[in-house]
Nanobody, 116 residues
Framework: QVQLVESGGGLVQAGGSLRLSCAASGSIFKINAMGWYRRAPGKQRELVAGITRGGSTNYADSVKGRFTISGDNALNTVYLQMNNLKPEDTAVYYC??????????WGKGTLVTVSS
């Protein structure tokens, strides 16, 4: 089992910044990659950014150049630095851990609200 706890969400004005954190515990040795997803009101959940244990990263086109995912080598903690936030970034952000045995784990989510 892997437990994930997100923090760092909140209310920010457009153009502002927030940093989300995801702390992993439990069988973290099983984690191959971690990612941040979001679900905006009335929309499906989408991948925002991902990072592998080897440090490779990927981003949704909508956040490239504004968001940065990072983490320690053990993926104990993963961060999402969000700059130049836009109202369309408003969503519940979820941390995900993908394990080598094909099981995905999810955090409960943290709400990010960007006002115009």
């Amino acid at each position: 089992q892997v437990q994930l706890v997100e923090s760092g969400g909140g209310l920010v004005q457009a153009g502002g910044s927030l940093r989300l954190s995801c702390a992993a515990s439990g069988s973290i040795f099983k984690i191959n990659a971690m990612g941040w997803y979001r679900r905006a009101p009335g929309k499906q959940r989408e991948l925002v950014a991902g990072i592998t244990r080897g440090g490779s990263t990927n981003y949704a086109d909508s956040v490239k150049g504004r968001f940065t995912i990072s983490g320690d080598n053990a993926l104990n903690t993963v961060y999402l630095q969000m700059n130049n936030l836009k109202p369309e970034d408003t969503a519940v952000y979820y941390c995900n851990a993908a394990t080598w045995n094909g099981v995905d784990y999810w955090g409960k989510g943290t709400l990010v609200t960007v006002s115009s």
